[in-house]
């Protein structure tokens, strides 16, 4: 997605989720604990990936997408396809998007990545306009002297 920003990576707090539960400090409870909300959001609207699970290593993660922001209104929370997003993206100003991975065979779930996505990432900006005009030696102290 062209437009997506602010990118969060949770790779490392997962590195250190897993490492805890080999060390024995947690149990597989603690992190095998997935609502049946989340996994209904991972059966319809989740994308599944190519990863084993780390706990089971039998089942293949699924990727779920929910989506936060002003303009959403009621749906903000809701879970969405993949597909779904870059539509959004085109309609709405500025939405949050977070990714969490599920095991459906042992409910591992984790917080994958956080990111932005809308419309006021696309290039052709304020800022690019001002830009533009700069560019073209068309500044706002010349247009100011040409209406005079």
Same mark, same amino acid.
């Given at each position: 997605?062209?437009?997506?920003?602010?990118?969060? /990576?949770?790779?490392?707090?997962?590195?250190?989720?897993?490492? +805890?539960?080999? *060390?024995?400090?947690?149990?597989?409870?603690?992190?095998? /604990?997935?609502? =049946?909300?989340?996994? @209904?959001? #991972?059966?319809?609207?989740? !994308?599944? %990936?190519?990863?084993? &699970? =780390? $706990? &089971?290593?039998?089942? @293949?993660? $699924?990727?779920?997408?929910? $989506?936060?922001? /002003? +303009?959403?209104?009621?749906?903000?929370?809701?879970?969405?396809?993949?597909? !779904?997003? =870059?539509?959004?993206?085109? %309609?709405?100003?500025?939405?949050?998007?977070?990714?969490?991975?599920? &095991?459906?065979? &042992?409910?591992? @779930?984790?917080?994958?990545?956080?990111?932005?996505?809308?419309?006021?990432?696309?290039?052709?900006?304020? !800022?690019? *306009? #001002?830009?533009?005009? %700069?560019?073209?030696?068309? %500044? =706002?102290?010349?247009?100011?002297? *040409?209406?005079?």
């Amino acid at each position: 997605m062209r437009t997506q920003r602010q990118v969060v /990576d949770y790779s490392l707090q997962k590195r250190a989720v897993l490492r +805890e539960l080999l *060390a024995g400090r947690i149990g597989a409870y603690d992190v095998c /604990d997935a609502s =049946p909300y989340l996994k @209904n959001a #991972a059966r319809f609207h989740g !994308e599944p %990936t190519d990863q084993r &699970c =780390p $706990i &089971c290593r039998s089942e @293949n993660l $699924i990727h779920v997408h929910y $989506i936060y922001g /002003d +303009e959403l209104k009621q749906s903000a929370g809701q879970a969405r396809t993949r597909a !779904e997003l =870059p539509v959004l993206a085109m %309609t709405l100003r500025e939405f949050q998007v977070f990714v969490v991975e599920v &095991c459906p065979g &042992c409910d591992w @779930n984790h917080l994958v990545e956080q990111f932005l996505l809308g419309r006021d990432g696309l290039a052709g900006g304020t !800022e690019d *306009a #001002a830009e533009q005009e %700069t560019a073209s030696g068309s %500044t =706002p102290r010349r247009r100011r002297e *040409a209406q005079r």
